[in-house]
Nanobody, 115 residues
Framework: QVQLVESGGGLVQAGGSLRLSCAAS????????MGWYRQAPGKQRELVAAISSSGSTNYADSVKGRFTISRDNAKNTVYLEMNSLKPEDTAVYYC?????????WGQGTQVTVSS
């Protein structure tokens, strides 16, 4: 049973920083792509950033230059460093992992940015 466990969310003032972590466990297969999505109230879930097993990254235009995704393959962990946070970054952030043929999701962690 694959599990993704996120941590690091919280409340921060605009301009502040947070670091999210997501640890994957329970898989006997290598993890391919990993990513972070977010969903704000009343909005659809959207891709924030993704990273391949080789380290290639892509970002939503709204976070480019402010967020950095990275991963530690030895620990099956993906990170999201978020700087210069804005109130519009407020959302539940979900970790995602593509393993073999399936996508797996974490339970989500709340990020709230106050103005």
């Amino acid at each position: 049973q694959v599990q993704l466990v996120e941590s690091g969310g919280g409340l921060v003032q605009a301009g502040g920083s947070l670091r999210l972590s997501c640890a994957a466990s329970g898989s006997s297969f290598s993890i391919n792509a990993m990513g972070w999505y977010r969903q704000a109230p009343g909005k659809q879930r959207e891709l924030v950033a993704a990273i391949s097993s080789s380290g290639s990254t892509n970002y939503a235009d709204s976070v480019k230059g402010r967020f950095t995704i990275s991963r530690d393959n030895a620990k099956n962990t993906v990170y999201l460093e978020m700087n210069s946070l804005k109130p519009e970054d407020t959302a539940v952030y979900y970790c995602n992992a593509f393993i073999r043929f399936y996508y797996y999701w974490g339970q989500g962690t709340q990020v709230t940015v106050s103005s």
